[in-house]
């Protein structure tokens, strides 16, 4: 059974900094993709950073490039959303993902399995 679990939202002001972990059981996060996703009240579900198995590829929304940035621990098979400089605008339910393929998924629907999310709430 795989399970994702992610820790580390809170309520931030905004320029302030939160790092999301996701640590994952029953699957190698270093031989999967896997995403971060947030949703806003009302909003649809977006991907906001994914990597590749390999972590030679990421992809980054252009809302954070440049403020957040993704990377894995292997040994805690975990994975990390740094997030800087926080705007009101970043306040939503953050999710990570893992796909099955290995290469970043095109679609919400590529990825397999889902954690419970975690809030984040930037304040102005």
């Known amino acids: 059974q795989v399970q994702l679990v992610e820790s580390g939202g809170g309520l931030v002001q905004a320029g302030g900094s939160l790092r999301l972990s996701c640590t994952a059981s029953?699957?190698?996060?270093?031989?999967?993709?896997m995403g971060w996703f947030r949703q806003g009240s009302g909003k649809e579900r977006d991907v906001v950073v994914a990597?590749?198995?390999?972590?030679?590829?990421?992809y980054y929304a252009d809302s954070v490039k440049g403020r957040f940035a993704i990377s894995r621990d292997s040994a805690k098979n975990t994975v990390y959303l740094q997030m800087n400089s926080l705007k009101p605008e970043d306040t939503a339910v953050y999710y990570c993902?893992?796909?099955?393929?290995?290469?970043?998924?095109?679609?919400?629907?590529?990825?397999?399995?889902w954690g419970q999310g975690t809030q984040v709430t930037v304040s102005s």
């Open positions: 993902a893992l796909s099955n393929r290995r290469e970043i998924p095109g679609t919400p629907k590529e990825y397999d399995y």
């Open positions: 029953g699957r190698t996060v270093s031989r999967y993709a």
């Open positions: 990597i590749n198995w390999s972590g030679l590829n990421t």
